[in-house]
């Protein structure tokens, strides 16, 4: 079954929903002064988007082979 006819893509479906829940994330991060505290600040802000997509639809979305 096809759900997704708006889009070409299954990315461009994913993508088209975190734009749209983009807006209601936060993502005003502090700076710690080490790209590390950084990065675990920033991850920890996205942690519901990873929990509602999956890992392989985000590598596909950031693959080549994704957005053709």
Do not use: H, T
């Not at 708006?6 to 502090?30: D, G």
């Not at 920033?42 to 999956?54: A, N, Q, T």
């Amino acid at each position: 079954m096809v759900i997704y006819l708006r889009w070409p893509q299954k990315c461009f479906l994913i993508l088209a929903a975190i734009s749209r829940q983009a807006p209601l994330i936060e993502l005003e991060i502090a700076d710690y002064g080490s790209l590390r505290e950084d990065l675990i600040v920033l991850l920890k802000v996205l942690d519901p988007i990873f929990e509602i997509i999956r890992p392989d639809d985000i590598r596909d979305v950031i693959s080549n082979e994704g957005i053709k």
